[in-house]
């Protein structure tokens, strides 16, 4: 776990509630329109992205955030298989892509300066506690 982090619990409840909203949005049978044209691919990018540099930014060492890395693509399969199953929406491999390019390029950006911005936030938050 991230040393720096003072919140630690506050950030893994945010992300849990994070995973339970991404697993409403994947399991509901109305989604949310995005009036793009492929727009739900846009949604799952951004979400496992999200997601994946969420958790990073918790669990700085390499080997967790590999076994988060698995557990999220994992998760965006099964998804997709239960969606099928259900009959109210579809199976979709294209989906399958865009959640594990999310979570390629939320892990990558974990690697640069966003990886302090819970840190940052932090700070600005005690910072304004004290006055």
Partial sequence: MNPQLKYTRLWLTLGALLIALIWYLSLT???????IDN??????????GLLMGWFAQIYIQ??????????FIL??????????????????YADMA?????????????????????????QRFVNLKKL
């Fill in 39 to 48: 727009g739900d691919k846009l949604g799952h990018f951004l979400a496992y």
């Fill in 98 to 122: 865009a959640n594990t390019t999310g979570v390629f390029i939320g892990l990558l950006l974990s690697q640069g300066p966003m990886a302090r911005l819970l840190q940052h936030f932090e």
């Fill in 75 to 92: 998760m965006g399969v099964l998804l997709e298989v239960l969606q099928g199953m259900s009959g109210l929406r579809t199976y979709s």
């Fill in 62 to 71: 390499m080997k967790p955030r590999l076994w988060l890395m698995l557990g």
């Fill in 29 to 35: 049978p109305d989604p949310p329109d995005t009036g």
